[in-house]
Protein backbone atom coordinates (compact mmCIF):
# COMPACT_ATOMS: atom_id res chain seq x y z
CA UNK A 1 0.00 0.00 0.00
CA UNK A 2 1.28 3.28 -1.02
CA UNK A 3 -0.29 6.99 0.19
CA UNK A 4 0.59 9.91 -1.49
CA UNK A 5 0.35 13.62 -0.61
CA UNK A 6 1.26 16.30 -3.05
CA UNK A 7 2.26 20.25 -2.10
CA UNK A 8 3.50 23.35 -4.36
CA UNK A 9 0.84 23.96 -6.14
CA UNK A 10 -0.52 27.77 -6.09
CA UNK A 11 -1.38 30.93 -8.24
CA UNK A 12 1.71 31.79 -10.58
CA UNK A 13 1.61 34.44 -13.85
CA UNK A 14 2.37 33.14 -17.00
CA UNK A 15 6.01 32.23 -17.74
CA UNK A 16 6.64 31.57 -13.87
CA UNK A 17 7.14 28.31 -12.23
CA UNK A 18 5.91 26.02 -10.07
CA UNK A 19 7.53 23.18 -8.40
CA UNK A 20 5.59 19.74 -6.59
CA UNK A 21 6.09 17.50 -4.39
CA UNK A 22 4.94 14.23 -3.77
CA UNK A 23 5.41 12.58 -0.84
CA UNK A 24 5.30 8.75 -0.67
CA UNK A 25 4.75 5.94 2.39
CA UNK A 26 5.21 2.29 2.10
CA UNK A 27 8.35 0.55 1.57
CA UNK A 28 8.06 -0.44 -2.28
CA UNK A 29 8.01 3.41 -3.42
CA UNK A 30 11.06 2.71 -5.22
CA UNK A 31 10.33 -0.03 -7.15
CA UNK A 32 7.17 1.57 -8.73
CA UNK A 33 7.27 3.74 -12.01
CA UNK A 34 5.94 7.15 -10.57
CA UNK A 35 4.05 9.90 -12.51
CA UNK A 36 2.13 13.34 -12.60
CA UNK A 37 -1.21 14.09 -13.99
CA UNK A 38 -3.49 16.54 -14.48
CA UNK A 39 -7.32 17.38 -14.53
CA UNK A 40 -8.35 20.37 -15.92
CA UNK A 41 -11.92 21.68 -15.06
CA UNK A 42 -14.46 19.94 -18.02
CA UNK A 43 -11.61 18.05 -19.09
CA UNK A 44 -10.35 14.11 -18.42
CA UNK A 45 -7.60 13.60 -16.74
CA UNK A 46 -4.37 13.63 -18.79
CA UNK A 47 -0.62 11.64 -18.48
CA UNK A 48 2.42 14.95 -17.59
CA UNK A 49 4.95 13.11 -17.02
CA UNK A 50 6.41 9.31 -15.43
CA UNK A 51 9.85 8.18 -14.30
CA UNK A 52 11.23 4.50 -14.09
CA UNK A 53 11.73 3.54 -10.83
CA UNK A 54 15.44 1.98 -11.72
CA UNK A 55 17.38 3.88 -13.74
CA UNK A 56 15.27 7.21 -13.83
CA UNK A 57 14.38 7.25 -17.62
CA UNK A 58 11.52 9.84 -17.73
CA UNK A 59 8.85 10.83 -20.53
CA UNK A 60 6.47 13.31 -20.86
CA UNK A 61 3.70 14.61 -22.89
CA UNK A 62 4.26 16.92 -25.91
CA UNK A 63 2.50 20.07 -24.03
CA UNK A 64 5.51 19.96 -21.58
CA UNK A 65 8.28 18.63 -23.05
CA UNK A 66 10.99 21.28 -22.69
CA UNK A 67 9.42 22.56 -19.49
CA UNK A 68 8.74 20.10 -17.22
CA UNK A 69 11.10 18.13 -15.17
CA UNK A 70 10.33 14.62 -13.36
CA UNK A 71 12.62 13.69 -10.63
CA UNK A 72 12.75 10.75 -8.11
CA UNK A 73 14.28 10.81 -4.59
CA UNK A 74 14.44 6.91 -3.43
CA UNK A 75 15.99 8.23 -0.33
CA UNK A 76 13.28 10.64 0.65
CA UNK A 77 10.30 8.66 -0.86
CA UNK A 78 9.50 11.55 -3.17
CA UNK A 79 9.10 12.90 -6.42
CA UNK A 80 9.32 16.41 -8.06
CA UNK A 81 7.64 17.97 -10.85
CA UNK A 82 9.58 21.33 -12.12
CA UNK A 83 7.20 23.64 -13.83
CA UNK A 84 9.04 26.01 -16.21
CA UNK A 85 7.92 28.47 -18.73
CA UNK A 86 4.35 27.91 -17.23
CA UNK A 87 1.19 28.74 -19.24
CA UNK A 88 -2.70 29.40 -18.88
CA UNK A 89 -3.37 26.00 -20.43
CA UNK A 90 -1.41 24.59 -17.87
CA UNK A 91 -3.88 25.41 -15.26
CA UNK A 92 -5.37 22.05 -13.39
CA UNK A 93 -5.14 19.96 -10.19
CA UNK A 94 -2.08 18.26 -10.52
CA UNK A 95 -2.28 14.17 -9.13
CA UNK A 96 0.92 12.26 -8.30
CA UNK A 97 0.77 8.72 -9.35
CA UNK A 98 2.76 5.50 -7.93
CA UNK A 99 2.53 2.01 -9.91
CA UNK A 100 2.22 4.11 -13.30
CA UNK A 101 1.90 1.66 -16.02
CA UNK A 102 1.59 1.59 -19.85
CA UNK A 103 -0.93 -0.84 -21.74
CA UNK A 104 -1.87 -0.43 -25.55
CA UNK A 105 -1.78 3.53 -25.56
CA UNK A 106 -3.61 3.67 -22.24
CA UNK A 107 -2.51 4.48 -19.02
CA UNK A 108 -2.81 2.48 -15.73
CA UNK A 109 -2.50 3.63 -11.93
CA UNK A 110 -2.83 1.76 -8.65
CA UNK A 111 -2.10 4.79 -6.22
CA UNK A 112 -3.48 8.59 -6.29
CA UNK A 113 -2.28 11.22 -4.28
CA UNK A 114 -5.39 13.80 -3.18
CA UNK A 115 -4.40 16.34 -5.74
CA UNK A 116 -2.75 19.68 -6.11
CA UNK A 117 -4.22 22.59 -7.54
CA UNK A 118 -2.31 24.81 -10.18
CA UNK A 119 -3.39 28.24 -11.61
CA UNK A 120 -1.57 30.09 -14.17
CA UNK A 121 -2.67 33.78 -14.82
CA UNK A 122 -2.44 35.25 -18.19
Known amino acids: QVQLVESGGGLVQAGGSLRLSCAAS????????MGWFRQAPGKEREFVAR????????DYTDSVKGRFIMSRDNVKNTVYLQMNSLKPEDTAVYYC???????????????WGQGTQVTVSS
Open 51 to 58: IWWSDRNT
Open 26 to 33: GRTFSSYH
Open 97 to 111: AADVRLNSGKYYVSY
